[in-house]
């Protein structure tokens, strides 16, 4: 369950990061995605065939909820956190300190449109933080079309079928 949420949790950031509402300087420089069900795919150096895809069901109050989780999490200690934006394509550039490491981060963000989008993101640990120097993500994500029935704005259902509201992440259960 643990690599789960974690998984979750990546995928979650990544979507953030690809949405980009937080990180430009202001809303005009945002690039919208399409409401609606997306699929999307990673892959991360270190694992041959890539993480299952997962669909998630996206709204303007699911991008806006990401963007504050986002922002009310532990603030990294950066002294460069660089958001440009020429066209189509997005460039982030940070370095920021994770306990003794530097973590120096490069990512581009290619947008076709507010249906798809393609994202490579490279980052350099000095010393290597956990025994790794460096980590590598591309993620891939298309609109798919609106969302079915059953599946509501923030569910991100995994490849197994089970299925997560990225609003209730962080939360204590439910109690019954």
Known sequence: MHVIKRS????????TLAGLGSLPASADDAIPRKPGLWRITMSMAGMPTGMPPISMCMDSKTEANMQQMAQSGEKPDCSRNDVKRSGNQMTMDSVCKIADTTATSHGVITFTGDTAYHMDMATSFNPPLAGQAEHKMSQDATWTGPCPAGVSPGDMVMPNGM????GNMGKPPAKP
């Open 8 to 15: 979750a949790y990546l995928i979650a950031l990544s979507l």
């Open 163 to 166: 299925k997560m509201n990225m």
